[in-house]
């Protein structure tokens, strides 16, 4: 079996409301699918959604790494010859993890229908019985987020993730009052995605926090600046997590060096797809440190991909890829049972994709034989 043909299609997703985060607003959110056809009839769906301030890709220039140097360097190869492929990928172009795991998701969607196997099976099995996701709040006033955080403890949620990160003190305001109407037995963890920029911003926002009995805090400060995060580490008795800053595995190990955080949050587009996901976790894992597979807010293919390595790995204890519920049209039908995600125990991915709906959502589009 070996690659033959792929397919790039470049998506505008479309949003049921604005995304508000720290660094941007979000109206609809571009991602790049691909489809992978082998020389014997199979097809394997990919994703990437490119970050500028996060992994420093974007749309357009993903499409056309993709198109000329990613996808012509692995035609012809074997899909189960995933860290060859790897080698590969890395060998052809640094960096660009996002593009990279649109070809590790679709070479593990190709190997889960070689072998009629759910992913989870071939990369160890599921070790969670279950998975939740958070109800995540964009950034809005006090009081309106405090209303939502309300609304979804009536629609069953079983825990909050909060964005903020506009300005400490009132993010601090609105935590305050998110905790005060839903009560201190919602768990509620906070994003501030770089917000609070320094150490010293940031480590004022955390005591005035420490009342409020948080989950954790993810990604307080500027990504980089690990010296900052080990300092409010030791600084502050509310969990650290680290996002923007882990990206990759000599990231991860100079974080475990410095002590500098208690959890980190392994998103697929950020390190390069399924294989380095599992890889870092279980590094994460002899270093005590849990993890989280988060989100860059993609489709059914690439939230379904995270599942897939979250459900087999002890040390992933949380999720949140919620890209699906977000969009008023969506290409996959992963399936969402308020606060639990149910992956199919069919082949691969598990999922059905409608062509139609792609076509539908497609602003640009590519082949590559």
Known sequence: MKIVKADIY???LPLRSPFIISYATFH???SIIIKLETDN??????EAVPDEHVTGENFHGCIEILRHLLLPAVMDKHPFQIEQIHHIMNQTIASNPAAKAAIDIACYDLMGKALNQPIYEIIGGKYHNELTYPKVL???EPDVMAQKAKEAVAQGFQSLKLKVGMDAMTDVKRIQAVREAVGFDMPIRVDVNQGWHTYSTAVGAMRLLEPVQLSWVEQPIRMGDIDGLAALKQQSIIPLMADESIQNGE???EMVKKDAVDKINIK???CGGISPAIHMAKAAEYAGIDCQIGSMVESSIGSAAGYHAAISRKNITSTELTGPLLFSKDIGNLQYDVPYVHLSEQPGLGLQIDEHILEE???AKATVK
């Open 361 to 363: 959502l497609t602003v």
């Open 268 to 270: 697929l587009m950020k």
């Open 138 to 140: 964009s950034i809005e």
């Open 10 to 12: 470049g998506i505008h």
């Open 251 to 253: 990231q991860l190990i």
């Open 28 to 30: 609809y959110m571009p």
């Open 41 to 46: 009839g199979l097809i394997g769906w990919g």
